[in-house]
Structures are given as C-alpha cells and as structure tokens.
C-alpha cells in the first residue's frame, strides 16, 4: 500500500506542480494544435484521396501523437535535475514508485491530449470512424506506451549532456513497434475491420515497456 | 520527526522540542574514494561516530566536503571503501540508509511552484509518516508554509531545508554547511534543533569550511593536499 501511496504522490505532484507553471502542457498542445492546423490546411478533407485516406491520415495522427509528446515529455525529469529536486525524490521515494508516478502523469496527459486532438483532426481531416470502441483502444495502449517509452528515456536523458539530441535518438527506435502497432489499430478503427491479434500485440508491447521500466528505472535513477 | 505539540512553538527564539530516533547506533565510513574524471576529491578517507555523538568535517572549499556527504547519504556512489551503519546490532543496506538519514546541503532543493507546506506534505507522503508533522515544524522554524518556495528567501530556504530534513525523525543528520545565510534567531533555532537530536541519542556529521563551534570530540580534516584523512 505504501507503494501505491507514494506513486499517488508523485502523480498529484506532478499535476499539481505542472498546472502551475503549465511547461509541458502549452508545449504539448501548441505543437499538436499547430501541426494538426498545418496538415489541414495542406490537405483538408479532399487533399487524400478516397482510396489512401484510410491508410495515411491515422500515420499523420501518430505523426503528431509522437512529435508532442517529444517536445513535452522530456521535461519530467529534466526538470527534476536541473531544479535540484532529484535528490530529496532520491531519498525518500522508492525508485520503482517515483517511475510509476511519472508515467502515470504522462500517460494522463496523453490521453487529456489525444481527447483535444483527435475529435479536432477528425473533424479537420473529414475522416469518419467504423468502430469508435477500437479507436479508443488504439489511443489508450497507444498513450500507454509512449507514455512509458518517453518517461523512461527521459530518465536516462536527464542524467546526460546534450539532452534536446538525446530523446528523439533513444526513444524514436523504441517507439516504432509501438507506433506501427497503433497506426494498424486506428486504421482498423476506420476501416471497420482488423487483421487479428493487433491489440493484443500492442497490450504486449506496452506490458513489456512497463516490465523493463520498473526493472531499469532503479538502475538508472540510483547513483 | 515528533515535536511535542505542548510546550513552546513560538516561532524560532523559543525552538521547538525534539526527539531524535532513539536506538543503540554506530556510523562508519573507511577508505572512502572519489574521483571526478582524474581530479580525485576523497582519498581512502575514513570517520566513525556513535549515539549521542558527532562528527565534524573541516576542510577548506574544495576539499570534497560535501561529497563526502552526499556519498553518506547515498546520493553518490563513492569508486571505492566502505559505509556501515549499524542500528541496534543490524546493518542497513544502501535504500534504509538513504530513507534513515537527515540530510541539509546547499545542492538540496524543492519544487518552487508548490508551498513550503506542500511540499513538505508531498516528502511526508513519500516517507509514509502516518502523521503530517510539516505545517507545526515549518511554524516552530517561522517558515510561512504557504508561501512558494520560489519565493522563500535563502534564509527560508535554510529553515526549510532543515523542516525537510527532521521530518521523520532521522537517526542521522547528514549536514553540510548547515547554518548558511541563517540569521541569528534561525541559526539558534537550527542549533537547538541539533543539540537536542543529540540528546536524544542521534547522530550528526557536519561538515563546514568554517569553524562553527560546535563541541565535538570527532573531528575530521580534509585537505586536497593530503590523502587518508580519518577520525
């Protein structure tokens, strides 16, 4: 129980403290309003044609998914370092609960994003949904994971120099299963139909991030 | 940490009672080493105190101080030598030590958007006291617990530091320049606060360029210029 009251505190925390200073949610939110305004501009309803829509337009919305969350995520632990707060985390929370804590934050503030930016790019895009319920699926495992993905490279990217290079170079070879997966779920969710066994390979891939983050994190986070 | 809610908390000229973890305990360090990159800081140091009992370390800047300190509380890991901390006859492993010590350092800091109370209600949390001790030590070290920390003065900050560090009641206070940028009234509150954590049967290292004129029989020099200090 312990455990779990201390990821509570490291999630209310970290929510606490970014409605605050709102870092990472004005970053996360311009870039994805921004590139979703761009795209649709550029392409709008009738810029794919009918036959590819169902194939190209959910790679755009991971596209945009993923590059947000490389611009906000990062900051979790960056800013635990460089505000000098990592120690007194260090010494008083059990490394395993201060990881759980974050992704838990961070897979919140991807599914609060995902909620403002898929209505709009539906919408945008003219792009209609066959099963709402699988889309759903694909956003939540999908936040699941780069959520996780990102929290753990951030960890490892806040204890190095040169860390604005670093995330995208670690995080983006982890991320590509995940995102081929989710991309394959939404396009089910548009088309209507699903090769078998998508989700539950997403669910794997993500329980896997989750197994080795909780293994990992303490190796990392300790000195 | 448990402060009497009976008894004087009129802020810090008259400081508040303290009552250190209690218990039969011994801290030793030996042959302690480290090195950033070839500038080699420590240098097979070696100390050791007692319940009750204190440790100073004097050393001019530079003279790794407060790694040694940080690599007693865990926080960096030294190359080479040995920390043991043992509690009524049982040794704690690296995670007890880390959560049993005290720890006031210049590089210790705290989340500027959230109040001094917040925060210390998150540490708490994280710590699992099962009572919140934070809002009465932050009062008795006239720390305004709902002012941001980004903006406490350094002296406030101090105040909070030492608020954060006898939260739970620590058998060892781990402190590193502990008086800085304290006025008169938080300096003799802060030094009460050690005496009577002594009293109690903890233990204190103390490490300050400065001869703060603490009475202790353990005394520790560091020098960058000789190696194999010990007390």
């Known amino acids: ?223 | 940490m448990i402060l009497p809610r009976e008894g004087n908390c009129s802020r810090t000229s008259q400081p508040a009672r303290y009552t250190a973890a209690v218990s039969t305990s011994s801290f030793r360090f030996d042959q302690l080493t480290y090195s950033y990159g070839p500038r080699r800081v420590l240098d097979r140091v070696a100390g050791t105190t007692e319940s009750g009992e204190m440790l100073l370390i004097e050393g001019s800047n530079g003279s790794g101080k407060s790694t040694l300190i940080r690599c007693l509380a865990g926080l960096q890991r030294p190359q080479a030598g040995s920390i043991q901390w043992i509690d009524q006859g049982r040794e704690l492993d690296d995670v007890a030590r880390r959560r049993g010590v005290g720890w006031v350092g210049p590089d210790l800091s705290f989340y500027e958007a959230l109040s001094a109370a917040e925060n210390l209600d998150f540490f708490a949390r994280l710590r699992g006291l099962a009572e919140d001790p934070a809002v009465e030590i932050l009062e008795r070290l006239g720390v305004p617990p709902q002012r941001l920390v980004g903006a406490l003065s350094s002296g406030m900050l101090q105040r909070l530091r030492w608020s954060f560090a006898l939260q739970h009641r620590p058998g060892m206070l781990l402190l590193d320049e502990p008086f800085q940028n304290l006025d008169s009234a938080g300096e003799d509150a802060t030094r009460a606060l050690l005496r009577q954590h002594l009293e109690a049967g903890g233990m204190a290292i103390v490490a300050s360029p400065i001869d703060l004129g603490l009475a202790s029989g353990r005394r520790l020099v560091l020098d960058p210029t000789r190696s194999g200090g010990g007390a």
């Open chain 1, 1 to 223: 129980m312990w455990w779990f009251r201390q990821v509570r505190a490291v999630f209310v925390k970290d929510w606490r403290t970014e409605l605050r200073t709102r870092h990472a949610l004005h970053t996360i939110a311009l870039f994805a309003v921004s590139t979703l305004l761009t795209v649709s501009l550029a392409l709008g309803p009738a810029g794919v044609s009918a036959e590819t829509r169902t194939s190209t337009l959910p790679v755009i919305l991971w596209i945009i998914l993923l590059f947000a969350a490389a611009a906000g995520l990062p900051r979790c632990f960056v800013a635990e370092e460089e505000g000098h707060t990592a120690a007194a985390l260090r010494l008083t929370a059990a490394p395993s609960a201060v990881f759980a804590g974050k992704c838990a934050f961070a897979v919140a503030l991807l599914v609060g994003l995902e909620l403002l930016l898929t209505p709009l790019f539906l919408a945008l895009m003219g792009l209609e949904i066959a099963d709402a319920a699988m889309l759903v699926t694909a956003l939540v495992l999908g936040a699941l994971g780069l959520g996780t993905a990102s929290v753990l490279v951030a960890a490892m990217v806040a204890q190095a120099r040169g860390r604005g290079a670093l995330f995208p170079v670690l995080s983006f070879p982890l991320l590509i299963p995940l995102l081929l997966l989710a991309v394959e779920l939404t396009r089910g969710a548009v088309a209507g139909s699903l090769p078998p066994g998508v989700a539950e390979q997403l669910l794997l891939y993500d329980a896997s991030l989750i197994v080795a983050g909780l293994m990992l994190f303490p190796v990392i986070w300790n000195p």
